[in-house]
């Protein structure tokens, strides 16, 4: 556990572990009613990205969620397999622009995925008057 929480901390991975408090945070207030999953569909286009489909909001957050867990998860299995010097330093700060990377292609593939979902409405039942 506290290799995670030094990968997490640690740099470069902070950049991404401050943005994934951001999201959480939107999401916090989204959940309280404070915004909407839709505030910045206005403000950005991400169809030259291939994530267009879905709300920014939920690509961004997939992009960022997917991004971090690789990172933290790579940077904590290189501390306990590569031994410590410059090559395993200069490793750690390629690792979140490669989790980065990664983490788009797998984006992209579940913003296709989720755009062709159907969407189910429930039908309420209508009250007898």
């Known amino acids: 556990m506290r290799t995670v929480l030094v990968a997490a901390t640690g740099l470069p991975t902070i950049?991404?572990?401050?943005?994934l408090v951001v999201v959480v945070c939107f999401?916090?207030?989204v959940a309280?009613?404070?915004?909407?999953?839709?505030s910045f569909d206005a403000d950005a286009d991400?169809?030259?990205?291939?994530?267009g489909g879905v709300p920014v909001t939920v690509a961004f957050t997939t992009l960022i969620a997917l991004a971090w867990g690789l990172s933290v998860g790579t940077i904590s299995l290189l501390a306990g397999l590569?031994?410590?010097g410059p090559a395993e330093g200069l490793l750690r700060m390629a690792v979140p622009f490669g989790a980065l990377l990664v983490a788009w292609r797998l984006t992209r593939l579940l913003v296709r995925l989720l755009h062709r979902a159907p969407v189910r409405r429930r039908r309420l039942p209508s009250s007898p008057v």
């Open 27 to 29: 999401w916090l207030l």
């Open 82 to 84: 590569a031994p410590a």
């Open 46 to 51: 991400l169809a030259p990205w291939g994530m």
């Open 15 to 19: 950049v991404l572990t401050a943005a």
């Open 32 to 38: 309280a009613g404070a915004t909407t999953a839709g």
